[in-house]
């Protein structure tokens, strides 16, 4: 299985940008996926994930109400809508798998993902 992450760039503070990652090969519908994001200089952290059936979800407290994640088990593809985005969201963004099925405290933390796209870079201006 490999996961392909795209929909990055380059937008305005208070923009918008949606980012899709597909995974090619099974399984993808059993677990959850996350996302997580790496700014120059700083630590890989936490950004939200999403249960195996695309129910349950939880956010890093600084992107609630503006980030939500998605997936669509027929396409092996999860989301990341990103509404309201702030400079300090800049970041290369990484999604990942874990072979956990359901949200739980550990789902936050990237040591218990198995498997991770190439990362797609996030850039809002001021």
């Known amino acids: 299985v490999q996961l392909q992450a795209s929909g990055g760039g380059l937008v305005q503070a208070g923009g918008s940008l949606r980012l899709s990652c597909v995974a090619s090969?099974?399984?993808?519908?059993?677990?959850?996926m996350g996302w997580f994001r790496q700014a120059p200089g700083k630590l890989r952290e936490f950004v939200a994930a999403?249960?195996?059936?695309?129910?349950?979800?939880v956010y890093q407290e600084a992107v609630k109400g503006r980030f939500t994640v998605s997936r669509d088990n027929a396409k092996e593809t999860v989301y990341l809508q990103m509404n309201s985005l702030e400079p300090e969201d800049t970041a290369a963004y990484y999604c990942?798998?874990?072979?956990?099925?359901?949200?739980?405290?550990?789902?936050?933390?990237?040591?218990?993902?198995?498997?991770w796209g190439q990362g797609t870079q996030v850039t809002v201006s001021s």
């Open positions: 999403i249960d195996a059936s695309g129910v349950r979800t």
């Open positions: 990942a798998r874990t072979r956990r099925r359901t949200i739980t405290p550990a789902v936050q933390d990237g040591g218990v993902y198995d498997l």
């Open positions: 090969g099974r399984p993808f519908s059993s677990y959850v």
